[in-house]
């Protein structure tokens, strides 16, 4: 399991929770009722993930963002995810008065803005997830020593 994430959207106001198997295209969703009553599917492809995001961002007149102020928004995501990582992991702790943010929940964010700004640039996140594996497993065939031990 790559992450498990669960989050209550403000933005989008609904609770969800993300399972996303590594290496795959499909993100498995924990058999849930949104806010109002509707239920989730129990698989969600990167491109219906995209369709959901683009429906949400739909409904607002301001639209998608320019792709420099989701890049802004990126970084600022990634930075909360490099303090959740240093309080979990690293030698700083949290303050008693700070939120109880969790890394999963950083990477929920990290994945909606992404597709957001995926969606804004017409980028197909699964088409880009498989030339991005098979560049990955390509290049990077022999890069590390493998569990099969099988050097080529």
Do not use: W
Request: charged content about 30%.
């Amino acid at each position: 399991m790559l992450f498990l994430y669960q989050k209550t959207f403000i933005y989008q106001g609904m609770n969800c929770i993300f399972e996303l198997s590594s290496f795959s295209t499909f993100a498995k969703i924990e058999k849930k009722t949104l806010k109002g009553g509707l239920p989730l599917s129990d698989n969600y492809t990167l491109t219906a993930m995209q369709k959901e995001v683009d429906q949400y961002i739909q409904q607002f007149k301001s639209g998608y963002f320019t792709p420099l102020a989701q890049m802004a928004r990126l970084t600022e995501e990634v930075g909360e995810l490099a303090r959740e990582v240093n309080h979990y992991y690293g030698q700083k702790q949290k303050k008693l008065s700070e939120a109880p943010n969790t890394v999963e929940e950083e990477l929920g964010d990290i994945l909606f803005v992404t597709m957001i700004m995926a969606n804004s640039l017409d980028v197909d996140l699964t088409e880009v997830f498989e030339k991005n594996m098979a560049k990955f497993n390509h290049r990077d065939h022999n890069r590390f020593e493998r569990k099969d031990e099988k050097q080529e």
